[in-house]
């Protein structure tokens, strides 16, 4: 079994993941979604939780060694972050969507030098424009971002679009094709029901259900 089956396999015994298509979720941007992803039940869970940080750490060490600093997406990106950069012994910041409007106002919380360089850690990738919004503080501030690592992706084409265009690798431990192969193996989905988890992810702005 892949790595990503395998944190698939996991999301779903501890209900981090679920599927519906007659009744679907409704994302904070108004998207309707017939599967919910809820990385932030990992931090319940302790050997879970071992598993992602060593997989992340593993991640970092592969395609990024030369990494300084390790940040995290605030929030749902920052205790996985910090766990991650505790085992690389490396030191951690964190970066919030905005600054604050309060105190000092700032959107990077942490020690950052100019010319760092510096690896996301991210929770959710769904399409990319939050993350990404880190980034670009991250290089305004003076730092060298080489790239994203996240806990899952649903692989939507816009996202892979906007990180291509920013110049930003992403790297996941799983993702949306890798759930709909094990929800399927598990028979947790109807076959009549794969066409349309498909057809969501390439187009899920205008899904409407079925």
Request: one cysteine or more; proline letters at 5%.
């Amino acid at each position: 079994m892949t790595t990503a089956k395998h944190f698939a396999e996991k999301l779903m015994q501890i209900n981090a993941l679920k599927v519906n298509i007659q009744a679907p979720y409704t994302w904070a941007s108004g998207w309707l979604s017939p599967v919910y992803c809820d990385n932030r039940k990992v931090l319940s869970f302790p050997y879970v939780r071992d598993f992602v940080k060593s997989e992340l750490a593993n991640m970092v060490l592969d395609h990024y060694p030369d990494a300084d600093v390790i940040a995290g997406v605030a929030t749902a990106g920052i205790a996985h972050g910090v766990m991650a950069a505790d085992l690389l012994k490396l030191p951690f910041i964190y970066v919030r969507s905005k600054p604050k409007e309060h105190g000092m106002g700032n959107q990077i919380e942490g020690v950052l030098e100019k010319g760092q360089k510096v690896v996301v850690i991210e929770d959710l990738v769904s399409t990319g424009k939050s993350s990404l919004q880190v980034v670009d503080a991250l290089r305004e501030a003076g730092a060298e971002v080489m790239g994203m690592c996240a806990l899952f992706t649903y692989g939507f084409p816009v996202a892979d679009e906007a990180f291509k265009n920013a110049n930003v690798p992403l790297h996941t431990i799983s993702n949306y094709m890798a759930l709909m192969a094990v929800a399927e193996e598990k028979q947790l989905i109807a076959p009549e029901h794969k066409e349309i988890l498909a057809a969501w992810r390439l187009n899920p702005g205008d899904w409407k259900g079925v």
